[in-house]
């Protein structure tokens, strides 16, 4: 909790999509751009509006080497010098990209730059991309100072990996090799669209819709007094064979 940016107002959404941090400084990404805060002192620093003619651009990762700062949009790469006025957007240009779509992450490692884009990981050498191999990844984390693409988002303590494993749990690999599943006891999200009561159980639904679909995954949680069991949306989908969004109603057969 920031006071200062939660009570402030100002037109612009608030929004933080993620943070980076280096020495003293957090790297806010925010809707409306970078965002820099001073830990120790706990007070905001600096400002950048980083899109063309200083304007607003959402900005959803950010990643700092030793001399450049990386800011990340949904399918474009911002890419500033350190030593520079950086407050200034004209000190900002975009960096071209080894493909197109959707940017799911940067992180630095070894003052290398990493990207992923469409499942692929990639690195950026000097001002060219290479591929950083041929698997299909979904996070890009850093671990013990180094890069560790993978499926999840995964960090390390004491030598384990802990990986936050979406439906499957909390998954934990100690160093012996040897992997230990935390599910914990609760309904898979928080979004309750619909509750339906039959048979003595709380069954919970999550879908829902407006002018147009949520597009949430499909999935039935059930409380039945004492402890929740939940179908999930891989449980479902493998049954019917196709795609399954927005649950509205459930019934319960007798």
Not at 21 to 40: E, N
Not at 92 to 120: M, R, V
Not at 169 to 192: A, F, Q, S
């Amino acid at each position: 909790y920031i006071p200062d940016l939660y009570d402030k107002y100002t037109p612009l959404s608030k929004y933080c999509h993620s943070i980076t941090v280096r020495d003293s400084l957090a790297y806010l990404a925010m809707d409306y751009g970078v965002q820099t805060f001073h830990i120790r002192k706990r007070e905001f620093v600096n400002t950048y509006f980083i899109g063309p003619e200083g304007k607003e651009v959402p900005v959803t990762h950010i990643a700092v080497t030793n001399q450049v700062i990386y800011a990340a949009g949904d399918s474009t790469l911002y890419a500033a010098t350190l030593t520079d006025n950086i407050v200034d957007y004209s000190y900002w240009s975009e960096i071209p990209l080894p493909d197109k779509g959707y940017i799911q992450g940067i992180a630095q490692a070894g003052g290398i730059l990493y990207l992923l884009q469409n499942n692929t990981c990639y690195s950026r050498q000097g001002q060219q991309w290479r591929l950083y191999n041929n698997n299909s990844y979904h996070s890009l984390n850093i671990v013990d100072g180094k890069i560790y693409p993978a499926d999840y988002p995964t960090t390390s303590h004491d030598g384990e990996l802990w990986t936050a494993a979406g439906e499957q749990g909390i998954i934990r690999r100690m160093v012996t090799g040897e992997t230990v599943t935390y599910k914990l006891d609760g309904p898979l999200n928080n979004l309750p669209y619909r509750l339906h009561f039959g048979q003595e159980q709380l069954f919970m639904l999550a879908g829902g819709r407006w002018a147009v679909q949520n597009n949430r995954p499909g999935c039935v949680m059930r409380y039945d007094g004492s402890s929740w069991h939940n179908i999930t949306n891989e449980d479902i989908v493998r049954q019917v064979g196709g795609v399954c969004i927005d649950f509205m109603n459930a019934a319960v057969d007798p």
